[in-house]
């Protein structure tokens, strides 16, 4: 076996490991990325083709520096890697009034001065015509939001990487990892023995198996989206439609609109989330799943039809709280990791990337990352 050495090994190539590897290569340390599938698969968080970006954000204001930064960078690193990676087309939150979705979202627009507008029902409707909503519902728009091209933006990533030194390496998972006595690690897989001063874990649904104080506090999951004709484009256009989350007696569901795909994209519902083992290679969603999409689309898109052209599925890891977990391993202060983004992860990855990548050469990072910390399911107990 052969035995290599690098300043930091990132385990896990998806949307937040590959933005890591950027980070870290453009920062002069010499970085190996292992993926234990091939590059973009669809087997964990990071597919599908979209992942949308809001600003203001219901889940918490604390988010907010963060997913600005992310904003800032996906232009950034689209630029330099000369792809479209945002697409800023407009974001709305779309609730009954008084559920407090909307008025979240409003107040974290407050909180953080970004610039918004509250629409009543009519004007919903007027604005965005594919929407036929029940009475009392509100929405917020955010002229900022929009969707990252989620594959392309891991390839952007690492090509960027590899042209500053990096190596990548797929079809090679992380078998285990041990500290060393000169505070490094050393890390295993079927091909090689590594070793590095610094290690990153970024393996999404696979995470339990790497860290396993983290394990206690996670579970993995399966939600569905699809891609349904539309029975008259135009309403589902860029300019006509924006991103959106929705909440509806069915649930919290979020779509796009039309982009390179025939297909108007939706997913959903939040609560119709199943538990799914990551090493059963079946992704596809319940008939369970299925049928509330459709119930939707059925419901209140009635220029789409439900007749989906793919169904697929995608793993969430969760945690109790559906917040982030960003720290160190205690008591080996030299593995960093991000995981249990619980569905609503990818748009901050490239932010996340950065933050890593800070942590890993510095010990710490500029951004207020302590509602993150693991510590906090220790303080819950």
């Known amino acids: 076996m052969t035995e290599q050495v690098y300043d930091v ?14 980070h870290l290569a453009q920062r002069g340390q010499r970085v190996l990325g292992l993926e234990r599938f091939d590059l973009g698969h669809g087997m964990g968080s990071s597919h599908g083709m979209t992942r949308i970006i809001r600003l203001a954000y219901f889940e918490g204001t604390q988010y907010v520096p963060i997913v600005k930064r992310a904003h800032e960078l996906w232009t950034e690193t689209g630029a330099r890697a000369g792809m479209d990676l945002l697409y800023v087309t407009g974001s709305v939150d779309l609730a009954p009034e008084g559920a407090g979705f909307v008025e979240s979202s409003r107040q974290s627009c407050i909180d953080h001065g970004l610039t918004h507008e509250m629409l009543e029902l ?3 409707q007027k604005r965005f015509p594919a929407f036929d909503l029940p009475k009392g519902h509100i929405g917020l728009w955010q002229p900022g939001g929009g969707f990252v091209a989620s594959e392309r933006a891991i390839y952007a990533h690492v090509g960027l990487a590899q042209a500053a030194g990096a190596t990548i390496r797929t079809n090679e998972p992380v078998l285990d990892w041990s500290p060393t006595a000169d505070g490094g690690v050393r890390v295993r897989t079927e091909r090689g023995v590594y070793h590095a001063g610094r ?6 649904a696979w995470m339990d198996t790497l860290n396993p104080a983290l394990a206690p506090h996670i579970k993995t999951v399966k939600q569905a989206i699809g891609w349904y004709t539309v029975k008259d484009p135009e309403p589902f256009r860029i300019g006509k439609m924006p991103v959106f989350i929705l909440t509806v007696e069915e649930g919290n569901f979020y779509g796009f609109p039309l982009w390179e795909h025939p297909g108007f994209k939706l997913g959903g519902p939040h609560f119709a989330r199943e538990p799914i083992d990551p090493s059963q290679p079946d992704r596809t969603p319940s008939p369970r ?3 509330m999409l459709k119930e939707c689309l059925d ?11 793919a169904l697929k599925g995608c793993i969430y890891t969760v945690t109790p709280d559906d917040h982030f977990v960003i720290d160190t391993i205690p008591g080996v202060p030299q593995v960093s990791f991000a995981s249990c983004c619980s569905g609503h992860g990818y748009k901050f990855a490239s932010a996340i990337g950065e933050i890593l990548a800070e942590i890993a050469t510095t010990g710490a990072t500029r951004f207020d990352i302590s509602p993150f910390s693991l510590d906090r399911f220790k303080q819950a107990a």
């Open 9 to 22: 090994i990132v385990a896990g190539v998806g949307g937040m490991g590959s933005a890591a590897c950027w």
């Open 122 to 124: 009519k004007d919903i």
């Open 199 to 204: 290690l990153v874990l970024t393996s999404g």
């Open 289 to 291: 799943q299925a049928r």
């Open 299 to 309: 419901r209140y898109f009635p220029q789409a039809t439900s007749e989906h052209l």
